[in-house]
């Protein structure tokens, strides 16, 4: 079955075409600058394609061209915010393309972008089913407790603002391969999932189950990322607020000048490490509040699942930066977890345990695989009766 997994931002389509029972990934691309100008005399000159319906003709000659006269059976979308609604995967209607929109203020850079390339496509494609994969659906079984925020009820009831989650297909998937490693079943799995990107999220699972996330309402909550802030006093806003700075000052600064980049002047954590390593103190104090920020949700994580029994390092950072595994997982020996520095060590792309045999819990390393995730995702629902 062929599937072409879409992931739209604002000015982007990231693309890929999986045969999913064949577990290939026969094309994969992306599209960038749409719809955006060269600035130069505002002459109105567009760089890249004018629209997504333009992005996704480039995207058909590229499979027509690498693949030939291939028949896609299926579209899968990345949808970053399914709000309280949609805790699974659905089959896309007009309805469900309304429904997304509706989402909009939730996730104003994200579901915007979807609904474009959703509806490029049904125009395009339109007796072709569309499948909307969400970012948030794997944490809609998260306690009360635990998502509610303490403040006033009407603040959730009439605009929704509760913890959401993010990264949610990334841990789904992640969850299911950890069970694998450890020849469990997935509904005896209880362990901590640490995504580490650009963006970052960590979250405590249950009985495969998700029961805690560090992103909120927004993902801007939770660890030290690239460029934002994650956890802070929020007192510091009605600060900033008061001494002049507009709301898209206090945006930018949390979403776009914060985290690693604000701390040591690079969002980059391979080059943040290589600073660290060559004595540079901002650098090093960068790696120091990342890592103890991450330790201390990895503990308290410990908790709420009732003793883990695996801690999970994952995406970019947690598959390739041993260094920063090993800062994280040298904060975590009260809980009796020792690293094998020579596993730690090893570059591969493969599932794999890089703990002691004497660690009390191991840890291991999940490459994750959204895209596989949303591809399967879409089968499994247009092949549902």
């Known amino acids: 079955m062929l599937v072409l997994v879409i992931n739209s931002g604002s000015s982007s389509l990231k693309y890929q075409v999986r045969d999913v029972t064949a577990e290939k990934v026969l094309l994969e691309g992306l599209v960038e ?4 100008g060269n600035g130069g005399g505002g002459d109105g000159e567009v760089l890249g394609p004018k629209d997504h319906a333009e992005a996704l003709e480039l995207v058909d000659a590229a499979i027509t061209a690498e693949l030939g006269g291939v028949r ?9 915010h ?10 896309i209607t007009s309805e469900i393309t309304r429904a997304i929109e509706r989402l909009n203020p939730l996730a104003p850079l994200h ?24 970012d948030t659906a794997f944490h809609r079984t998260l306690p009360e407790y635990a998502w509610r925020y303490a403040i006033p009820d009407s603040l959730y009831t009439n605009h929704g603002i509760r913890r959401y989650g993010f990264h949610g297909t990334s841990h789904a998937y992640v969850t299911q391969q950890a069970a694998a490693l450890l020849q469990i079943p997935v509904g005896e799995f209880d362990g901590v999932i640490a995504h580490l990107g650009n963006g970052a999220s960590v979250a405590a699972i249950q009985g495969g189950l998700s029961v805690d996330t560090s992103m909120g309402f927004t993902p801007l909550e939770g660890l030290v990322m690239g460029t934002r802030s994650g956890d802070l006093d929020p007192s510091i806003l009605v600060f900033l ?4 700075w507009s709301v898209e000052d206090i945006d930018t600064l949390l979403n776009r000048e914060s985290g690693l980049k604000g701390l040591a002047g690079d969002n980059d954590m391979r080059s943040v490490v290589e600073q660290a390593e060559a004595g540079n103190p901002r650098a090093a104090m960068a790696l120091a509040v990342a890592s103890y920020r991450l330790a201390k949700y990895i503990g308290g994580y410990h908790v709420a699942v009732g003793g883990a029994r695996a801690v999970v390092f994952t995406a970019g950072i947690g598959e390739n930066s041993s260094q920063f595994r090993a800062l ?5 020996g009260a809980l009796g977890i020792r690293l094998d520095a020579e596993l730690n060590g090893v570059r591969s792309k493969e599932a794999r345990v ?10 291991l390393v999940i490459p994750t695989d959204e895209e596989r995730a949303i591809a399967e995702a879409t ?5 549902a009766p």
């Open 328 to 332: 994280v997982v040298e904060r975590l």
């Open 33 to 36: 600058k749409i719809g955006v």
């Open 82 to 91: 399914g709000g309280e609604r949609f805790g699974e995967p659905v089959l």
């Open 379 to 383: 089968a499994a629902v247009v092949g």
């Open 111 to 134: 579901n915007p972008a979807s609904v474009l390339g959703i509806r490029a496509i049904a125009k395009k494609w339109p007796d072709l089913p569309q499948v909307a994969v969400f």
């Open 241 to 244: 607020s008061r001494a002049g």
């Open 354 to 363: 890089i703990s002691t045999l004497s660690s009390a819990i191991p840890v």
């Open 72 to 80: 896609l059976e299926a579209v899968g979308h990345r949808v970053v």
